[in-house]
């Protein structure tokens, strides 16, 4: 079976930091291309960032670039997004996406994880 797990959500001030997790059962880990997303109460959901199944590209959504940072642990078969700067607007739920091959910056990821909740207080 698929499994993506997130952890790492909970409450945090504005201008604080997280850094979230996915870990996840894909394997072989690394040819599966990686993704954050959020989603806020009433928004669609929004792609964050993306990472290559070989962590060699990565991309991110303007709104993000310059605060946060994804990353991979292939020996831990995890996936990570550190959240720096963190702004009460990007209070959501925070999701983890896997696929097979390219990195995309749209909903086409075909395994998703159950969410992460994210509190930025002001």
């Known amino acids: 079976q698929v499994q993506l797990v997130e952890s790492g959500g909970g409450l945090v001030q504005a201008g604080g930091s997280l850094r979230l997790s996915c870990a996840a059962s894909?394997?072989?880990?690394?040819?599966?291309?990686m993704a954050w997303f959020r989603q806020a109460p009433g928004k669609k959901r929004d792609f964050l960032a993306a990472?290559?199944?070989?962590?060699?590209?990565?991309n991110y959504a303007d709104s993000v670039k310059g605060r946060f940072t994804i990353s991979r642990d292939i020996t831990k078969n995890t996936v990570y997004l550190q959240m720096n700067s963190l702004k009460p607007e990007e209070t959501a739920v925070y999701y983890c996406?896997?696929?097979?091959?390219?990195?995309?910056?749209?909903?086409?990821?075909?395994?998703w994880g159950q969410g992460t909740q994210v509190t930025v207080s002001s």
């Open positions: 996406a896997a696929k097979i091959g390219r990195i995309e910056t749209t909903l086409g990821y075909d395994y």
């Open positions: 990472i290559s199944g070989s962590g060699g590209t990565t």
């Open positions: 894909l394997r072989p880990f690394n040819i599966y291309a």
